[in-house]
Antibody, heavy 122, light 111 residues
């Protein structure tokens, strides 16, 4: 069974940094692209970032470009996102999700992790 | 403002059929990119419902179906059940933004 478990969320001050992790199991991790999607409280879904199976190709939403960095450690079956210069509008539940292919374009997301809450506030 | 436009809410009585629309543009659905649908029950993570316009993952009832025409797509739910009450999101790829885009979500209420 495919499982994705996020961790690393919490309360951080504006301008601060946080690194989220997503531990994957139940599939051959390095053969699938992975994604981060977030959901602000009471709001809809927003795609954040994709990374290819090798980790060599990454994509970002304009709202996080230059501040967030997605990476993966295929030896540990773990996906990461380093979030810097955090703003109040980054407050959200962050989900990791598996893509159906090695590369990340034009993909769907299945399954999703349970999410981890990031709160940016002073 | 979401790139893909969905109605904020729809409703229907048990047993009825409802549809949820998803309107895009020439840089996403209109360019031939696939449309996918997700169901999010209260307090839970989204779950894939339909992929590539009209394909259902294993375990999703055939009461759920998808279609696409031009720059729009639709999700149809027949034989509405109380357990279908949830938020529904469409998703596609946008070539101008070089990334995935979601609709704003539609809250389905079963009367």
């Amino acid at each position: 069974e495919v499982q994705l478990v996020e961790s690393g969320g919490g309360l951080v001050q504006p301008g601060g940094s946080l690194r989220l992790s997503c531990a994957a199991s139940g599939f051959t991790f390095n053969t699938y692209a992975m994604s981060w999607v977030r959901q602000a409280p009471g709001k809809g879904l927003e795609w954040v970032s994709d990374i290819s199976g090798s980790g060599h190709t990454t994509y970002y939403a304009d709202s996080v470009k230059g501040r967030f960095t997605v990476s993966r450690d295929n030896s540990k079956n773990t996906l990461y996102v380093q979030m810097n210069s955090l703003r109040a509008e980054d407050t959200a539940v962050y989900y990791c999700a598996k893509c159906p292919n090695f590369d990340s374009s034009d993909n769907w997301f299945d399954p999703w992790g349970q999410g981890t809450l990031v709160t940016v506030s002073s | 403002q979401s790139v893909l436009t969905q109605p904020p809410s729809v409703s229907g009585a048990p047993g009825q059929r409802v549809t949820i629309s998803c309107t895009g543009s020439s840089s996403n659905i209109g360019s031939g990119y696939n449309v996918h649908w997700y169901q999010q029950l209260p307090g839970t993570a989204p779950k894939l419902l339909i992929y590539d316009h009209n394909n259902r993952p294993s375990g999703v009832p055939d009461r759920f179906s998808g279609s696409k025409s031009g720059t729009s797509a639709s999700l149809a739910i027949t034989g509405l059940q109380a357990e279908d009450e949830a938020d529904y999101y469409c998703q596609s790829y946008d070539s101008r933004l070089s990334g995935s885009v979601f609709g704003g979500g539609t809250k389905l209420t079963v009367l």
